[in-house]
């Protein structure tokens, strides 16, 4: 199997909103399906098509065929193309499942480009003190050796470093190979990802826009399952697969527990204030009451979606004073590892 295959969130945008497109003018769902799969750029993801499209024509239903490849598209779609099927909105829901997928990328999209620069920055900083380190200061060692130079401490520590580097970096790339696959590992474990996922909520500066990121997630949801058709409950329960992180998953189920006890939605949710804040309740709240729940979610889909926009603005602001010390702390001590035997020399001239 081929670990590099696979279908990006683009490319499941793009096939949802041409075949939409193309079942609302009128052709037929087998055509329209391997009309997609011969113009997809991605093979992978032509061969998937094809194995819809010759489902569907042997007798399969449009969400049997692509609950067959829940894997690539995921329990929402087959859901969404489910209730379109049995009340005759399948185009529309396409049209909806287009948009949200659009809404979720984007979101996506500026998350990622909030921790792009923090990344890049740092990963600067360490390329530089490790290529000074390791490529300049130990061919300056024998020079200081030979003035009998007594070497400062640090640069001492520096040297055993850059040493350390190059005569066992095979080890050090191991090591770093063998810590990931440790890392990634313990991470299936559920209760250590649930403490990762409590961990990353709770982190100054990004916890919150990784809290605003999940109830846009969750609003987009629900305005867009309940807007195809589906009921609150089912509605629940796909959501709370859908989300990604662990505490909002738990939260969401103890919600569907309540309400298929006959509590209301607003009600259940009034248990999670640290994930679901008054303002969202109560907006949900007016919309049970008013019979606006989709729109009341719509409004909080867009809400929330702005405010994670806004936060990953601000984000490379904030963390640009911490990255700047921490490289002015890297490149300065190893700096300071080199200057500071050459001063020992210039001062014994």
């Given at each position: 199997?081929n670990?590099f295959?696979g279908?990006?969130?683009?490319?499941?945008?793009?096939?949802t909103?041409?075949?939409?497109?193309?079942l609302?003018?009128g052709i037929?769902?087998?055509v329209a399906?391997a009309?997609?799969?011969?113009?997809?750029?991605?093979?992978?993801?032509?061969v998937?098509?094809n194995r819809v499209c010759?489902?569907v024509?042997?007798?399969v239903?449009l969400?049997?065929?692509f609950e067959?490849?829940?894997?690539?598209?995921?329990?929402?779609?087959?859901?969404?193309i489910?209730a379109g099927?049995?009340s005759g909105?399948?185009?529309?829901n396409?049209?909806f499942?287009a948009?949200?997928?659009?809404?979720?990328?984007?979101?996506k999209r500026?998350?990622?480009?909030?921790t792009?620069?923090?990344k890049?920055?740092f990963?600067?900083?360490i390329l530089l003190?490790g290529s000074l380190?390791?490529f300049?200061?130990?061919?300056?060692?024998?020079?200081?050796?030979s003035?009998?130079?007594?070497l400062?401490?640090?640069?001492?520590?520096l040297?055993?470093i850059?040493?350390?580097?190059?005569?066992?970096?095979l080890?050090?790339i191991?090591g770093?190979?063998?810590l990931?696959m440790?890392v990634?590992y313990?991470?299936?474990?559920?209760?250590?990802r649930k403490?990762f996922?409590t961990f990353?909520i709770?982190l100054?500066?990004m916890g919150?826009?990784?809290?605003d990121?999940q109830?846009a997630?969750v609003?987009q949801?629900?305005a867009?399952?309940?807007?195809?058709?589906?009921?609150l409950?089912e509605?629940?329960h796909?959501?709370?697969?859908a989300?990604t992180?662990?505490?909002?998953?738990?939260?969401?189920?103890d919600i569907?527990?309540n309400?298929?006890r006959?509590?209301t939605?607003?009600?259940s949710?009034k248990k999670?204030?640290?994930l679901?804040?008054n303002?969202?309740?109560?907006?949900v709240?007016?919309?049970?009451?008013?019979?606006?729940?989709?729109?009341?979610?719509?409004y909080?889909?867009e809400f929330y979606?702005?405010?994670v926009?806004?936060?990953a603005?601000?984000?490379p602001?904030i963390?640009e004073p911490?990255?700047?010390?921490?490289?002015a702390v890297?490149?300065?001590?190893?700096?300071?590892?080199?200057i500071?035997?050459?001063?020992e020399?210039t001062?014994?001239i």
């Amino acid at each position: 199997m081929n670990l590099f295959k696979g279908v990006s969130a683009q490319d499941k945008v793009d096939f949802t909103k041409s075949l939409s497109i193309m079942l609302k003018s009128g052709i037929s769902i087998n055509v329209a399906l391997a009309e997609l799969a011969e113009q997809s750029n991605s093979p992978h993801f032509s061969v998937i098509i094809n194995r819809v499209c010759t489902n569907v024509e042997n007798g399969v239903t449009l969400s049997q065929a692509f609950e067959r490849e829940s894997k690539t598209f995921g329990s929402i779609f087959v859901s969404l193309i489910r209730a379109g099927e049995s009340s005759g909105t399948l185009q529309s829901n396409l049209q909806f499942l287009a948009d949200w997928l659009t809404r979720s990328t984007d979101l996506k999209r500026e998350i990622s480009a909030a921790t792009m620069y923090p990344k890049l920055v740092f990963g600067a900083a360490i390329l530089l003190g490790g290529s000074l380190a390791v490529f300049i200061l130990p061919k300056l060692v024998p020079l200081f050796n030979s003035l009998n130079v007594e070497l400062p401490i640090i640069t001492k520590i520096l040297l055993a470093i850059s040493l350390w580097v190059q005569n066992y970096w095979l080890l050090g790339i191991i090591g770093v190979v063998a810590l990931v696959m440790g890392v990634v590992y313990v991470n299936t474990f559920y209760r250590v990802r649930k403490l990762f996922h409590t961990f990353y909520i709770n982190l100054p500066f990004m916890g919150e826009m990784l809290k605003d990121y999940q109830r846009a997630l969750v609003a987009q949801l629900f305005a867009t399952l309940l807007k195809s058709g589906l009921s609150l409950n089912e509605s629940i329960h796909i959501v709370s697969e859908a989300v990604t992180n662990i505490q909002y998953q738990e939260s969401l189920l103890d919600i569907h527990s309540n309400i298929v006890r006959g509590t209301t939605l607003s009600e259940s949710m009034k248990k999670f204030t640290s994930l679901f804040p008054n303002m969202m309740i109560s907006i949900v709240s007016v919309g049970e009451n008013s019979g606006t729940l989709v729109q009341s979610f719509e409004y909080m889909a867009e809400f929330y979606a702005k405010e994670v926009n806004m936060q990953a603005k601000k984000i490379p602001t904030i963390i640009e004073p911490i990255l700047l010390i921490v490289i002015a702390v890297v490149v300065g001590f190893v700096a300071l590892a080199i200057i500071m035997p050459i001063y020992e020399i210039t001062g014994n001239i």
